[in-house]
Nanobody, 114 residues
Framework: QVQLVESGGGLVQAGGSLGLSCAAS??????YGWYRQAPGKQRELVAS???????DYANSVKGRFSISRDNAKNTVYLSMNSLKPDDTGVYYC??????????WGQGTQVTVSS
């Protein structure tokens, strides 16, 4: 059974930093990522990383956010710097297996005050 346990998030002032982590259990996945959903908006991809280490970022976070993974711990991290109020939202951990099964974390709130 796959479980994704997220931690991190919280409240920070604009310009500050936060970190998120997501520990996956059950198996190794092909893609690990983070999505976010702001009030009244659709869920959007923030960043992803493949098993080979290839990364992808939303244009809005390039240069400010960094995604990484620890294969030994089966954990993915998101380091968020120079945060802006527009970064506010619920951040969801996401994984996809080699057989295209998808799983989501429960979500963690990130609030950036101006």
């Amino acid at each position: 059974q796959v479980q994704l346990v997220e931690s991190g998030g919280g409240l920070v002032q604009a310009g500050g930093s936060l970190g998120l982590s997501c520990a996956a259990s059950g198996r190794i996945f092909y893609i690990y990522g983070w999505y976010r959903q702001a009030p009244g908006k659709q869920r959007e991809l923030v960043a992803s990383i493949t098993s080979g280490g290839s990364t992808d970022y939303a244009n809005s976070v390039k240069g400010r956010f960094s995604i990484s993974r620890d294969n030994a711990k089966n954990t993915v991290y998101l380091s968020m710097n120079s945060l802006k109020p527009d970064d506010t939202g619920v951040y969801y951990c996401y994984v996809r297996s080699y057989s295209l099964d998808e799983y989501w974390g429960q979500g963690t709130q990130v609030t950036v005050s101006s």
